[in-house]
């Protein structure tokens, strides 16, 4: 139920068939030159025009309800004949962003490695943004064969792979659904 009365459902089938939508569709193909039906497409459709998802939701055995990676911000040449993203490497864990900054820094990170930076969720710092954290790997030559696991939060900017839980815990082992911007 949404603010309406009515359900998601409801507003979009209004909206779909409403003088006001037809109003946009017109004025955006008329004053900007851009077809509305291109604006956003069905996923048959982007994937003919050669368009991917913007984000991912991988499950595996670090996160068994699953994550969200950006997927564009994976590297195409990191990526298998088969479309799939695969990495295994040296784990390194940091319980703070500067801490992992500092260890990029000081040439603790090698090529391949799996950065894992804990306690920046809703258990620890309550969300801190991780932007500094990719833009120090995006300066570095081999930044993109390392991948970043985190709980924190995660930039809008974001140019590197990132992996975050689905799932965190809160404050009491309680747990909080998290959902990306």
């Known amino acids: 139920m949404t603010v309406t009365g009515q359900t998601v459902g409801e507003n979009l089938d209004w909206w779909q068939a409403s ?3 037809q109003k946009f569709r017109q004025c955006l193909l ?5 077809d509305p039906d291109d604006v956003i497409l069905p996923p048959e459709r982007a994937r003919a025009k050669g368009l991917t998802s913007t984000v991912a939701f991988p499950v595996g055995n670090i996160a068994p309800e699953g994550s969200v990676v950006k997927a564009t911000a994976i590297d195409p ?8 993203y695969r990495h295994t490497g040296r784990a390194r864990v940091f319980v703070s962003e500067a801490r992992a900054i500092g260890a990029i820094k ?3 990170i090698e090529r391949g490695d799996i950065m894992v930076v804990i306690g920046g969720g809703p ?6 943004e991780t932007y500094q954290l990719t833009s120090a790997l995006k300066h570095v030559s081999w930044g993109k064969t390392v991948s970043l696991i985190t709980d924190a939060r995660f930039s809008r900017r974001l140019d590197r792979r990132l992996f975050w839980p689905r799932r ?3 404050a009491g ?8 911007r």
Request: charge should be negative.
């Open 173 to 180: 082992g309680r747990a909080h659904r998290q959902a990306a």
């Open 123 to 128: 258990s620890g710092t309550g969300m801190e």
């Open 168 to 170: 965190a815990r809160g």
């Open 106 to 108: 000081n040439g603790e």
């Open 30 to 34: 008329e004053q900007d030159g851009v």
């Open 19 to 21: 003088e006001r939508r």
């Open 77 to 84: 040449s990191v990526v298998g004949d088969d479309g799939v």
